[in-house]
């Protein structure tokens, strides 16, 4: 029996990150989640080209694709191949024919040159047409002038700010750095450690298998006024698994819950995206409904459609050879762990 849904959306992505499975291990064992920026993806991200960014972000949507992903809202980072990153992107994910919104996470982390390169390029890409937003890093790695110059540039363009917020202990000053600087159209990532009073603006991302993945505690993302939408902080689009996993983990915080409320933040990633909610998935078997998919893995796509044409059909994408893809892509990673190495 196949069933038909709209098309999931990931409301937070690192497609840069698809590379990194079997990276050379870091030079020591990160003790923590400051320790795991530092020593994993810190040093991934300085490691990326254009070539790299291309095929890895190539990859990740087609397994998106391939798990009935059809958005996804990505943020990206690689301060030694800034210019023209968000472009590479966005082609990539329109040649495999999934939706991308596009955003460069600025930092002062690499000095102040670093952070005007990574405004520029949101900038760019926005005044060039592409579908992003502006993307921060997070307050604790932002000058006040940086924040707000993100802040400002949204404003221009009239989209929101995409920001990782209080994920670690580090980031907990974030709702006073970031006061009055917050709008409705915001994505405020992670969440972890604001308290439920936090007074910023914007939809709250939940990334659980992340979060319990760096050790940074649950986000309990229930007790927020704002609305709740489900990422998966670069570890793959597959949104039904991650739909069940936050069921599994608020469960685990609150035995009254049912599925019901973790499958509302699933379907809130198409309140970010509306044209997602007029996308097609036909699913080989199952029934569109919390209780039955909370317990039933392994849901595979037959058919997806979107913006009306179908890119995906009797489980194989229909734009791309998945089998190039996956060499290309392994040849890339190769490369980038030859720099880690």
């Not at 972890?192 to 659980?208: A, Y």
């Not at 019901?260 to 007029?278: F, T, Y």
Request: net charge negative.
């Amino acid at each position: 029996m196949t069933t038909r849904s709209a098309g999931m959306v990931c409301a937070h992505h690192h497609l840069y990150s698809t590379l990194a499975r079997g990276m050379p291990a870091p030079s020591r064992t990160p003790a923590g989640f400051t320790d795991i920026l530092e020593l994993i993806w810190w040093r991934l991200d300085s490691a990326l080209d254009l070539e790299m960014i291309r095929w890895s972000a190539m990859l990740g949507a087609l397994e998106a694709l391939e798990r009935g992903c059809t958005t996804v809202i990505d943020h990206h980072e690689s301060p030694n191949a800034i210019e023209g990153s968000l472009s590479v992107i966005a082609d990539a994910c329109a040649e495999v024919g999934v939706r991308v919104v596009c955003a460069y996470g600025v930092t002062d982390r690499h000095g102040a040159d670093g952070a005007r390169r990574g405004l520029e390029e949101n900038r760019r890409f926005l005044a060039e047409g592409g579908r992003g937003m502006v993307g921060v890093h997070a307050a604790f790695t932002c000058t006040d002038e940086t924040l707000a110059g993100a802040a400002e540039l949204a404003s221009s363009f009239g989209v929101g700010v995409h920001i990782h917020v209080a994920e670690g202990s580090a980031d907990r000053d974030a709702p006073r750095r970031l006061e009055g600087l917050t709008n409705d159209s915001w994505l405020l990532v992670h969440g972890v450690h604001l308290s439920d009073t936090h007074g910023l603006r914007g939809t709250v991302i939940h990334n659980p298998r992340s979060n319990m993945n760096n050790s940074v505690g649950y986000a309990a993302p229930a007790r927020f006024a704002n609305p709740v939408a489900l990422g998966t902080d670069g570890i793959g689009a597959d949104m039904l698994e991650e739909f069940r996993l936050a069921y599994a983990r608020s469960r685990e915080h609150d035995v009254t819950v049912g599925p019901e409320l973790a499958w509302s933040w699933l379907e809130a990633g198409r309140d970010l995206v509306p044209e997602a909610a007029d996308d097609s998935v036909l699913w080989h078997h199952g029934d569109v409904d919390p209780w039955y998919l909370a317990f039933t893995p392994g849901l595979s796509p037959v058919e997806v459609i979107v913006d009306g044409d179908i890119v995906f059909a009797d489980g194989q994408p229909t734009r791309v050879d998945p089998v190039e893809v996956r060499a290309r892509a392994s040849e890339q990673a190769e490369r980038l762990f030859a720099r880690l190495g």
